[in-house]
T-cell receptor, first 115, second 117 residues
Framework: AQTVTQSQPEMSVQEAETVTLSCTYDTSESDYYLFWYKQPPSRQMILVIRQEAYKQQNATENRFSVNFQKAAKSFSLKISDSQLGDAAMYFCAYFGERGAQKLVFGQGTRLTINP | GAVVSQHPSRVICKSGTSVKIECRSLDFQATTMFWYRQFPKKSLMLMATSNEGSKATYEQGVEKDKFLINHASLTLSTLTVTSAHPEDSSFYIC?????????????FGPGTRLTVL
């Protein structure tokens, strides 16, 4: 079965600085997607960024970018120019195209932004 | 992006009663919806996959007789917690898959906080 591991329960960063959240996963599948979701205090799950496994180029969305290392099964999220609104729980998630076809979530990382 | 609603957002009930939570996809058809449970400061735990017109698929350890799921239309799935007890108190989140998108993206509802007294 696929697993997703986030080894950092909590992280903090100064406003305007850069922070990287770690995520590793385990799978034997070749076709899959990886996601980072943000869950602010409202608890609404918000998609931050997605990465298709077949793409070598790292995905970017404005201040958010990923470092996708397929061989190492690593998928970290970098947040640049951190803002107070970035404070939230961040979940890494895996979706296999041909397997169970359901999202597998990591344990989450709580990110605090210090003003 | 597509919108998924959940109703109610909060519900308080007495032990032994049943509670129904609705999940609706507002601007797309969702043949597949998912129900999650989330404990405080924890990750989302998938309870079941709801397929329109067929029986739900429950994850291991989830009591199907306690958590009844009905997906009678392409835009509505319901989760009924039967004979609720205090240990059923939790945050329940639904999501809906939009098969029309390139990535079969899932969109999440805002969640329902259930408190059983």
């Amino acid at each position: 079965a696929q697993t997703v591991t986030q080894s950092q329960p909590e992280m903090s960063v100064q406003e305007a600085e850069t922070v990287t959240l770690s995520c590793t996963y385990d799978t034997s599948e070749s076709d899959y997607y990886l996601f980072w979701y943000k869950q602010p205090p409202s608890r609404q799950m918000i998609l931050v960024i997605r990465q298709e496994a077949y793409k070598q180029q790292n995905a970017t969305e404005n201040r958010f970018s990923v470092n996708f290392q397929k061989a190492a099964k690593s998928f970290s999220l970098k947040i640049s120019d951190s803002q107070l609104g970035d404070a939230a729980m961040y979940f890494c998630a895996y979706f296999g195209e041909r397997g169970a076809q359901k999202l597998v979530f990591g344990q989450g990382t709580r990110l605090t932004i210090n003003p | 992006g597509a919108v998924v609603s959940q109703h109610p957002s909060r519900v308080i009930c007495k032990s032994g009663t049943s509670v129904k939570i609705e999940c609706r996809s507002l601007d797309f058809q969702a043949t597949t919806m998912f129900w999650y449970r989330q404990f405080p400061k924890k990750s989302l735990m998938l309870m079941a996959t709801s397929n329109e017109g067929s029986k739900a698929t429950y994850e291991q350890g989830v009591e199907k007789d306690k958590f009844l799921i009905n997906h009678a239309s392409l835009t509505l799935s319901t989760l009924t917690v039967t004979s609720a007890h205090p240990e059923d108190s939790s945050f329940y989140i639904c999501s809906a898959r939009d098969w029309g998108t390139t990535y079969n993206e899932q969109f999440f509802g805002p969640g329902t906080r259930l408190t059983v007294l």
